[in-house]
């Protein structure tokens, strides 16, 4: 564990004068164990040659492009396809091959999907190769379309034992972010954890002296042992939570959770349950 892989989920929208930095901040971090996930949700600007000009020099980097449908679809698709998940591992098999823009589905395989997202229910449906062939498309080794505004009208997994982490791609991170983050989660023995950020102001050009975040100032402690007692001794009855630091999956596979589809502040919702 104390080289863990540690998967970075980038949702990225028209935000080709940010993106660069946003990168750059990822790929040169000081923990290089790094499954970084870029997903392109209908952007019309250049930010997907963008990132695919950085997949093209870095094999740690994936990149999937989606039709446009917020934030939240694009942070679910990212989910779904964190290294070692069925479905990844099944549009990277050698089975799964475009030819002539006809897909071999000769080979008989599946995957095991749960019937619905937010709920404790782990029956299960099976998707075959068919089926996911008809929304996946693999452009590159580390280039995947799709046609899905919202994956789970698919599918929804249950995802591999890992560290994720969130950024946003007008956001970068300092160099050393991802070795905290995985250094205190293992010393500590964490299933989530908060960080600060600094603010930058675009019109004075200039930093913030590290503002804590408004949640964070009015937390009686800095340490919890439950996500559940941080919010019941604080009384926060909305808590956000994305880009804000780093949690292990296995909290999302107890509720399927994931954020919610077509709702402003899904942040606000993925983070209050998350943390219950």
Known sequence: MKNALVSIIVPIYNVKAYLKECVQSLINQSYQNLDIILVDDGSDDESLEIALEFAS???RILVLSKPNSGQASARNLGLEFIKGSALRELLESESFIQKNNNFNSNEKLSIQSFLKTHTFDKNTKELSLSEIQKHFTKITSNFIKTNLENIHELLVQDLPSRIIHFVDSDDYISLDCIELCVKNMLEKNLEILVHNLTEYDENTREFKNKPKL?????????????????????KFYDFYFAWQGSFKSEILNHYNLRFTHGIFHEDHDFGTILFA
């Open 214 to 234: 408004p949640t964070l100032k009015k937390l009686k402690k800095d340490e919890y042992d439950s996500g559940l007692e941080l919010l019941s001794k604080n």
């Open 57 to 59: 020099k870095d094999e």
